[in-house]
């Protein structure tokens, strides 16, 4: 909403106002507007989740080129699993 120096623009206010017109004229509207804006949060929230915790992403290749070789056996980096316990699992890999 606040763009060039923290002042709200003409056409910011003018697109918001016939927003909330609609949205008082069309109540109806309003679960599809919040269904719509949660789902866009949740995407966002899910790429940001992705790019910081994911082992495949480096973003210090100077210092850390090969982030995947410092996870240890029992690390969970998957969003979800089914059925599987991580502190149990037994180390199957070599050392790098």
Do not use: C
Request: no cysteine; charged share 20%.
């Amino acid at each position: 909403i606040y763009f060039l120096g923290g002042k709200t623009t003409p056409a910011t206010t003018r697109m918001l106002g016939v927003v909330g017109k609609q949205l008082r004229q069309h109540p109806a509207l309003i679960p599809l507007l919040i269904f719509i804006g949660g789902g866009a949060t949740m995407s966002v929230m899910y790429l940001a989740r992705l790019a910081l915790r994911n082992p495949d992403v480096s973003w210090d290749r100077k210092n850390n080129p090969e982030p995947w070789n410092k996870l240890g056996h029992n690390d969970q980096y998957k969003f979800y699993t089914v059925n599987m316990d991580y502190s149990k699992l037994k180390k199957d890999r070599p050392d790098f």
